[in-house]
């Protein structure tokens, strides 16, 4: 398991401390890949700082929302730094609907943004697998495959490297056979080989969130993603008797 | 995003349409075969982490008698690991008390396993917050070690069934540690 760090009385677990890293190397990387895209990169910044408040008020009060006489009682605990009250969707959620309406507000069109930011989404990709390797989240079924390896008292799939290897696997797709920039095909060829690379490994995952019937949530997301993601190619590109014309 | 067409796109829509059919064909086929059977024990490991069977280990408490995890089996189980030295142990411990009081006829049971100090110590902090629930001495940190104990408070919460479904490393604040309660209470 990964250290604690101790801070001013707070214990901050190495986690999310190399989640705050990574991300805050993504704003930079964004910045760069924007402004070679014509965007100001300072809106990356902006946004993607207005992203983490956001979802972290959000999260914090879709948490006080299912607890609310606790925090009636005690309001100030609204503001407390403790990492375990938070909900987790709630706030990735809102992060994206901050960001999405800094977006709208500053008229940056959004397809050339997401193109810009590409590249960091795949870095994000990979930092959260690396650090989920050394958490021990996201780990997988158990196994007997030669590569398993020893996690939470068994030998499992390497659930976290498998993410990893699709992080850089998608890299090299997107640089090796590049699209233009500029019309959104960057970021619908990212969703779709992370849902492809998402709905294959899920299979290999021992956390799953698991519905009704045995099937995996997130296997049945992913596909939807990798559907729309594929639409979504489909309607820019030529038809063939464009292209033969 | 633009409508426009993008001639530099390699692939016809036409290609694209086809392997959005095959994408769904196997995709559904893939999350049918990796189904999680009915069956299938997932978590029957024993690991210090939500969704694992809690470790099980017995130590002495401070009134001499031991005391196993085991014997809990059936009812909902807090373990706190903390010791004198430690602030934030010393600022959450009065909430985790209220809460066990308000809890204990509901068959809560709250485990406070202190880290390797000395029993007069231990009683002395004991008898200042009132600890009513058993307190336990880890004196070779060995249950600490077990449970990958890497910062003092560290709180883990036990369904009636033995799975730990919660964990919180570092000091909790009053609500926090109401919240926590409560949903292990509630069987969330």
């Not at chain 1, 495959?145 to 939470?152: L, N, R």
């Not at chain 2, 369904?159 to 919660?166: E, F, H, Q, R, V």
């Amino acid at each position: 398991m990964m250290p604690v760090f101790s801070l001013a009385g707070l214990s901050i677990p190495a986690k999310p401390l190399i989640l705050l890293l990574g991300f805050y190397a993504a704003l930079w990387l964004g910045s760069k890949g924007a402004e070679s895209l014509g965007i100001d990169g300072d809106h990356v910044w902006n946004g993607g700082f207005l992203s983490v408040v956001g979802g972290l008020v959000v999260g914090r009060l879709a948490y006080a929302v299912r607890y609310p006489q606790v925090y009636i009682q005690d309001p100030w605990a609204l503001i407390s730094p403790r990492l375990s009250t938070f909900v987790p969707w709630a706030a990735v959620l809102g992060g994206g609907v901050f960001g999405y309406l800094y977006i709208r507000h500053h008229r940056i069109p959004l397809g050339r943004f997401v193109d810009a930011i590409t590249p960091a989404l795949v870095w994000l990709w990979g930092i959260v697998a690396l650090a989920n390797l050394f958490a021990g989240d996201a780990y997988g079924e158990i196994t007997n495959v030669p590569w398993g390896i020893e996690m939470w008292g068994a030998v499992r799939h390497p659930t976290q490297l498998y993410d990893l290897i699709g992080a850089v696997l998608t890299l090299f797709w997107l640089f090796i056979k590049p699209s233009p920039r500029g019309q959104g095909l960057w970021g619908w060829r990212l969703l779709f080989a992370y849902s492809v690379w998402r709905l294959f490994t899920e299979a290999f995952r021992g956390d799953s969130f698991v519905v009704w019937g045995g099937y995996r949530l997130w296997q049945i997301v992913a596909l939807l993603g990798a559907l729309v993601a594929l639409g979504a190619l489909a309607r820019v590109a030529p038809s063939s008797r464009s292209t033969r014309g | 995003m633009s409508r426009q067409e993008v001639s530099s796109t390699s692939w016809t829509r036409q290609r694209y349409i086809f392997l959005m059919v095959l994408m769904a064909i196997f995709g559904l086929s893939w999350i049918v075969s990796s189904r999680v059977p009915e069956n299938a024990t997932r978590h029957v490991a024993r690991a210090p982490k939500p969704g694992f069977l809690a470790p099980d280990f017995e130590l002495q408490s401070l009134d001499g008698a031991y005391v196993k995890l085991s014997q809990y089996r059936g009812r909902p189980v807090v373990i706190n690991f903390w010791a004198t030295w430690c602030p934030p142990c010393r600022s959450e411990m009065p909430a985790i008390v209220r809460e066990y009081e308000r809890y204990k006829g509901q068959g809560l049971v709250v485990l406070a396993v202190d880290n390797g100090e000395d029993p007069p110590k231990v009683r002395a902090f004991r008898e200042e917050y009132g600890m009513s629930f058993p307190v336990l001495l880890d004196k070779k940190m060995r249950v600490a070690e077990m449970y990958h104990i890497r910062a003092l408070p560290t709180t883990f919460f036990i369904a009636p069934d033995g799975t730990i479904t919660d964990m919180v490393v570092g000091g909790m604040n009053k609500a926090t540690v109401r919240v926590h309660f409560q949903r292990l209470m509630e069987g969330h």
